[in-house]
């Protein structure tokens, strides 16, 4: 009796044994599995990381700024509304306003030596992409891409001395659809563009040597894309950049042109001409100055004929804002005119429950813009008869409100046809036509030194 106890004891003690190797087996499998399946996520994820980018002058620093257009992960620095939008992972450009140059940017910018790395992509109607790059109110470098080349300027800065140049110029071709990698280079006052080491625009100006306080892309037709946008602090050049400037500006030089009209290579080579001659030929500076001088002159004898379209716009507005300030029936008018706008986008907004999500305050507010654009246009396509009454009411007001306060709303256009009107009536003034011959016999020796610069340099 005291025997079969004992057997059943260990073969009980046995089972107990072996369960229990078994489920540390099991949990040493889980913990295996685990590790494993963490491994390869980590690698995923690594792989995932943004390389660093392949430069031709600067070396990367820190990454200061990484866009991959996530829609549950997009900066609140993007400043757009319904002329760009979030789709397949990438900011495309909208359909609306479909005949304009539209511009989306990075707010609260300030970048010196640094490297900008972005894809793009060519679609639909857009022909010309660009970064353009400013500080202190002008812009500083401007990286025009078409669809058969992609060329660097620099633009126009008087106050400064400075008028627009071409950098440089190359052959380059982007198929529609095909997603292409674009990288800037900025280093005090030098800058490199390339696609590829064979593909690239080298060139230096002042202009350039800057703080990039403004950074924006530029499209001038629907249907084309931006993605991963990666901005690097650059901490130096590279050690041998020298022999490597010296190989890339050899290259640039004797590579073939891109393809122009005998007119277009004329245009294109005559603002480098008016470039340099501005920055280095002291004839042709005293010779501009002239012009200016008498033109100024001209200008404030007779401010009335010469207003220019920013000033006409400001003088305006600020019409407008003394009305606002002072009359308080315009006041009201305006206020009534804002709320039934206000109506319009509450009542689209009610249609659609992804609109009302995206306004919460932890979503940027570039995508419930844009989402609600992109939505209304939907609505006005298919003549929504609750928003057209609601348009109409707003029209009403505001044609009201326009009537009532006809100064306040004054067109430029109008504005500029008064400002015609006053230059016409000069013809019959003698002391005026004195002055403009002068302004115009001065303006006359500018081109003509400028075009014999420009026959000198026997540019096919």
Request: positive net charge.
């Given at each position: 009796?005291i025997?079969?106890?004992?057997?059943?004891?260990?073969?009980?003690?046995?089972c107990?044994?072996?369960?229990?190797?078994?489920?540390?087996?099991?949990?040493?499998?889980?913990?295996?599995?685990?590790?494993?399946?963490?491994?390869?996520?980590?690698?995923?994820?690594?792989?995932?990381?943004?390389?660093?980018?392949?430069?031709?002058m600067?070396?990367?620093?820190?990454?200061?700024f990484?866009?991959?257009?996530?829609?549950?992960?997009?900066?609140?620095?993007?400043?757009?509304?319904?002329?760009?939008?979030?789709?397949?992972?990438?900011?495309?450009?909208?359909?609306?306003y479909?005949?304009?140059?539209?511009?989306?940017?990075?707010?609260?910018?300030?970048?010196?030596?640094?490297?900008?790395?972005?894809?793009?992509?060519?679609?639909?109607?857009?022909?010309?992409?660009?970064?353009v790059?400013?500080?202190?109110?002008?812009?500083?470098?401007?990286?025009?891409?078409?669809?058969?080349?992609?060329?660097?300027?620099?633009?126009?800065?008087?106050?400064?001395?400075?008028?627009?140049?071409?950098?440089g110029?190359?052959?380059?071709?982007?198929?529609?659809?095909?997603?292409?990698?674009?990288?800037?280079?900025?280093?005090?006052?030098?800058?490199?563009?390339?696609?590829?080491?064979?593909?690239?625009?080298?060139?230096?100006?002042?202009?350039?040597?800057?703080?990039?306080?403004?950074?924006?892309?530029?499209?001038?037709f629907?249907?084309?894309?931006i993605?991963n946008?990666?901005?690097?602090?650059?901490?130096?050049?590279?050690k041998?950049?020298?022999?490597?400037?010296?190989?890339?500006?050899?290259?640039q030089?004797?590579?073939?042109?891109?393809?122009?009209t005998?007119?277009?290579?004329?245009?294109?080579?005559?603002?480098?001409?008016?470039?340099?001659?501005?920055?280095?030929?002291?004839t042709?500076?005293?010779?501009?100055?002239?012009?200016?001088?008498?033109?100024?002159s001209?200008?404030?004898?007779?401010?009335?004929?010469?207003?220019?379209?920013?000033?006409?716009?400001?003088?305006?507005?600020?019409v407008?804002?003394?009305?606002?300030?002072?009359?308080?029936?315009?006041?009201?008018?305006e206020?009534?005119?804002?709320?039934a706008?206000?109506?319009?986008?509450?009542?689209?907004?009610?249609?659609?429950?992804?609109?009302?999500?995206?306004?919460?305050?932890?979503i940027?507010q570039?995508?419930?813009?844009?989402e609600?654009?992109?939505?209304?246009?939907?609505?006005?396509?298919?003549?929504?008869?609750?928003?057209?009454?609601?348009?109409?009411?707003?029209?009403?007001?505001?044609?009201?409100?326009e009537?009532?306060?006809?100064?306040?709303?004054?067109s430029?256009?109008?504005a500029?046809?008064?400002?015609?009107?006053?230059?016409?009536?000069?013809?019959?003034?003698?002391?005026?036509?004195?002055?403009?011959?002068?302004?115009?016999?001065?303006g006359?020796?500018?081109?003509?030194?400028?075009?014999?610069?420009?026959?000198?340099?026997?540019?096919?």
């Amino acid at each position: 009796m005291i025997t079969r106890f004992l057997i059943a004891a260990v073969l009980v003690l046995n089972c107990i044994l072996c369960l229990a190797e078994n489920s540390q087996k099991k949990t040493t499998d889980i913990k295996s599995s685990t590790s494993e399946h963490a491994a390869k996520r980590n690698t995923f994820e690594g792989s995932a990381a943004v390389k660093e980018p392949a430069t031709l002058m600067c070396l990367p620093g820190e990454l200061i700024f990484s866009e991959t257009f996530d829609p549950n992960a997009v900066s609140d620095r993007w400043a757009f509304k319904g002329d760009f939008i979030l789709r397949d992972g990438s900011l495309r450009r909208t359909k609306l306003y479909p005949t304009e140059n539209r511009r989306v940017r990075i707010q609260d910018a300030s970048f010196f030596n640094t490297i900008i790395q972005f894809d793009f992509k060519f679609s639909d109607r857009t022909t010309d992409i660009r970064l353009v790059t400013g500080s202190g109110g002008h812009y500083n470098s401007v990286t025009q891409i078409r669809q058969n080349y992609f060329q660097v300027n620099t633009p126009n800065d008087r106050e400064a001395g400075f008028v627009p140049s071409h950098l440089g110029e190359c052959i380059s071709l982007s198929r529609k659809d095909l997603w292409q990698t674009m990288t800037v280079e900025y280093w005090n006052d030098e800058v490199a563009a390339h696609t590829s080491t064979d593909a690239f625009v080298y060139g230096s100006h002042p202009i350039v040597n800057r703080t990039r306080e403004y950074l924006a892309f530029q499209f001038d037709f629907p249907g084309a894309s931006i993605d991963n946008v990666f901005i690097w602090e650059a901490i130096g050049q590279k050690k041998n950049w020298e022999s490597v400037r010296n190989q890339l500006t050899a290259t640039q030089e004797r590579r073939p042109l891109v393809p122009r009209t005998k007119e277009e290579r004329n245009k294109y080579n005559l603002i480098n001409v008016k470039s340099d001659l501005t920055r280095f030929d002291k004839t042709y500076q005293e010779l501009v100055a002239l012009h200016e001088s008498l033109r100024s002159s001209l200008h404030t004898t007779y401010p009335g004929a010469f207003q220019t379209h920013k000033q006409l716009s400001k003088q305006i507005a600020y019409v407008k804002k003394k009305i606002r300030e002072t009359d308080r029936t315009f006041k009201e008018m305006e206020i009534a005119v804002n709320k039934a706008r206000k109506a319009e986008d509450d009542y689209i907004v009610s249609l659609n429950p992804d609109l009302q999500a995206l306004r919460s305050d932890s979503i940027p507010q570039h995508r419930f813009l844009s989402e609600q654009a992109q939505f209304r246009r939907q609505l006005e396509n298919n003549s929504d008869v609750q928003l057209g009454a609601l348009v109409a009411k707003t029209k009403r007001l505001q044609k009201a409100i326009e009537h009532s306060y006809p100064e306040a709303f004054k067109s430029v256009d109008e504005a500029i046809e008064k400002r015609q009107a006053v230059r016409k009536s000069l013809n019959e003034d003698p002391m005026f036509q004195v002055l403009n011959q002068q302004v115009v016999e001065a303006g006359k020796a500018v081109k003509e030194y400028e075009q014999k610069a420009l026959g000198s340099l026997h540019v096919e």
